[in-house]
Nanobody, 124 residues
Framework: QVQLVESGGGSVQAGGSLRLSCAAS????????MGWFRQAPGKEREGVAA???????SYADSVKGRFTISKDNAKNTLYLQMNSLKPEDTAMYYC???????????????????WGQGTQVTVS
């Protein structure tokens, strides 16, 4: 019943910024872990960032200091602020969610059951 829709992707020059949004609808709960994942052509999906129900966050080493994950519970929206973008960040970005918390900071795709359709980010 949970539906996730990403937006905010696009093309940007290296060094630029972009903010992705993920609107959640249906039945969502404060106990859900939410995360951002990305997948480039020919590569496996990787966990970029995750945020637990208590606000705790986790980031992939490659994006630490550049990306910030946050959520607005009142708006039922997840965000990913991406700064100092690099060509290596080019990928399809997906929003995901799953009920629970023990697995959250591990950012493993297999642990998440609800997924958005993805939004493309291209850095040149």
């Amino acid at each position: 019943q949970v539906q996730l829709v990403e937006s905010g992707g696009g093309s940007v020059q290296a060094g630029g910024s972009l903010r992705l949004s993920c609107a959640a609808s249906g039945y969502t709960y404060s106990s859900y872990c939410m995360g951002w994942f990305r997948q480039a052509p020919g590569k496996e999906r990787e966990g970029v960032a995750a945020i637990d129900s208590d606000g705790s966050t986790s980031y992939a080493d490659s994006v630490k200091g550049r990306f910030t994950i946050s959520k607005d519970n009142a708006k039922n929206t997840l965000y990913l602020q991406m700064n100092s973008l690099k060509p290596e960040d080019t990928a399809m970005y997906y929003c995901a969610a799953e009920d629970g918390s023990w697995f959250c900071t591990h950012r493993r795709p297999a642990d998440f059951g609800y997924w958005g359709q993805g939004t493309q980010v291209t850095v040149s």
